[in-house]
Each structure stands twice: as structure tokens, then as C-alpha cells.
Antibody, heavy 116, light 107 residues
């Protein structure tokens, strides 16, 4: 059974940083593209970033480019999202998902709240 | 970047009704279009990819069509468990933009 479990969310002040993790199991993690998608109340779903299986190619939404970095550790079956210079508008539930285009499996999400 | 729109933004229909949601892309995206269902408090679920291919396990009352700039999600016979917000997503090239969503309620 495919499982994706996010962690690392929490309350952070504007301008602060957080690192999200996503532990994957139930499939060959090192063979799949992975993505981050967020859901903000009133704003719906926003695609954030994706990374290829070899970690040699990454893409970002314009709204997070230069502030967020996606990475992965295939030996530990873990996906990461380093978030710097956080803004109030980054407040959302962050989901990791499997896929490099559409997402066929999603984690339960981790809540990030950016507020002073 | 390509923008995605959906109509209507919300709808209310009776059990058994046929429901149609439209998704439009500001430029052609061939058939690189997915549909997701998000129930309140739940994780988004992939329903359809490549505009019309039903994801494994999704009930056959869900169907997708379209290509280029206009796409449709159809629920042939609305059921109470279909109460949710439905999103389209384009995935031809990044950014993989989602539509704003269509909320479906039971009348």
C-alpha cells in the first residue's frame, strides 16, 4: 500500500523558515517523480514544486521560486521542502504527492501557519 | 502562464441528476488535464487523467471529455457521497496550475 506521511509543519513568524519532510513507503520511491501541492482556505489548490526521480530536475511555482527548495533522499525514501522567507500567504496545508504531472497518491498533509 | 477557469463555481443538484462541470484553459493543453475530488476534511483524490481516463477504483458514473482548451467532468447520476469540491489541473508543462474549483452540493 502506498503511504506518504508529511511532517515538519507548524507556526512560524513571517520571514522565518521551515523544512517539511515526506516519508514514502509501499512503492519504489527512487523511480518516481514527486511533488508538493498546498491548499489554502479560500484559495484552493496550488501546485508548488516537483522533482524528478534522480533529483536532477526541479520546477517551482512562480510564487515560491527563490524561496522554496525541493529535494529528496532516495536512500531514506524521503522528500523534503525547505521553505525560507515565509509569508502570510504561504499559510496552507502542504501535501506531498506521487507523480511528475498529475498526482495519483497524496499524503494527509501538514499545516503551515505563518503569523506573528 | 496558462490560466485555468472552472464553471460554475458552485452547483446544487438532486440525487440522480446528471452534473456537468466545465474547465477552460487560456491556451491549448492538448489532453494534459486531470480532475480531482476533494471532500471536506479529506485529501484530494485523483478521478481522471489525460482528460478522459478514469483512475482505478473511481466509479463509472464519473466521466471526462475534451481537449485543447475546453474540458468537461460529468457525473452521470449524482450520489450523496459525491458532495465535494472538484478541481481540474493542467499538466502539459510547469506550472501545473489548478482551476479554482467547483463546489457540488445536494439539493
Amino acid at each position: 500500500e502506498v503511504q506518504l506521511v508529511e511532517s515538519g509543519g507548524g507556526l512560524v513568524q513571517p520571514g522565518g523558515s521551515l523544512r517539511l519532510s515526506c516519508a514514502a513507503s509501499g512503492f519504489t520511491f527512487s523511480s518516481h517523480w514527486m511533488q508538493w501541492v498546498r491548499h489554502s482556505p479560500g484559495r484552493g489548490l496550488l501546485w508548488v514544486s516537483r522533482i524528478n526521480a534522480e533529483a536532477s530536475s526541479t520546477h517551482y511555482a512562480d510564487s515560491v521560486k527563490g524561496r522554496f527548495t525541493i529535494s529528496r533522499d532516495n536512500a531514506k525514501n524521503t522528500l523534503f521542502l525547505q521553505m525560507n522567507s515565509l509569508r502570510a500567504e504561504d499559510t496552507a496545508v502542504y501535501y506531498c504527492s506521487r507523480g511528475g504531472s498529475y498526482s495519483d497518491y497524496w499524503g494527509q498533509g501538514t499545516l503551515v501557519t505563518v503569523s506573528s | 502562464d496558462i490560466q485555468m477557469t472552472q464553471s460554475p463555481s458552485s452547483l446544487s443538484a438532486s440525487v440522480g441528476d446528471r452534473v456537468t462541470i466545465t474547465c477552460r484553459a487560456s491556451q491549448g493543453i492538448s489532453n494534459f488535464l486531470a480532475w480531482y475530488q476533494e471532500k471536506p476534511g479529506k485529501v484530494p483524490k485523483l478521478l481522471i487523467y489525460a482528460a478522459y481516463i478514469l483512475q482505478s477504483g473511481v466509479p463509472s458514473r464519473f466521466g471526462g471529455s475534451g481537449s485543447g482548451t475546453e474540458f468537461t467532468l460529468t457525473i452521470s447520476s449524482l450520489q450523496p457521497e459525491d458532495i465535494a469540491t472538484y478541481y481540474c489541473q493542467k499538466y502539459d508543462t510547469p506550472p501545473f496550475t489548478f482551476g479554482p474549483g467547483t463546489r457540488v452540493d445536494i439539493k
